[in-house]
């Protein structure tokens, strides 16, 4: 069974950084893009960034309202993706999901997985 699992959410003041983590886990025969969605309270959830594989130039692709503060990246050999998220404001507060395009071992089928989400909350 794929699980995919975030952490590293909290508190934090305005300014201030926090770098959130997903470990993708089972029995996969692939992973392809992965990324991090937010969704705030009221509103609809929102990309804010994506990684492609290394196969394809691990190119990234960021929400203009992140460019610029919020770095992804992905270690391959750990099945993680990472966002980094600096210079943090009080409307980036939400809760932050992972989401990885994959085939699992068992269907051998691709789709998208999510994560359970972490809450990240900016204010002083």
């Known amino acids: 069974q794929v699980q995919l699992v975030e952490s590293g959410g909290g508190l934090v003041q305005p300014g201030g950084s926090l770098r959130l983590s997903c470990v993708v886990s089972g029995s996969i025969f692939s992973i392809f893009d992965m990324g991090w969605y937010r969704q705030a309270p009221g509103k609809q959830r929102e990309l804010v960034a994506s990684i492609q594989t290394v196969q394809t130039g691990a190119s990234t692709t960021y929400a203009d309202s992140v460019q610029g503060r919020f770095t992804i990246s992905r270690d391959n050999a750990k099945n993680t993706v990472y966002l980094q998220m600096n210079s943090l404001k009080p409307e980036d507060t939400a809760v932050y999901y992972c989401?990885?395009?994959?085939?699992?071992?068992?269907?051998?089928?691709?789709?998208?997985?999510w994560g359970q989400g972490t809450q990240v909350s900016v204010s002083s």
């Open positions: 989401n990885a395009d994959l085939i699992p071992s068992t269907t051998g089928i691709r789709r998208g997985f």
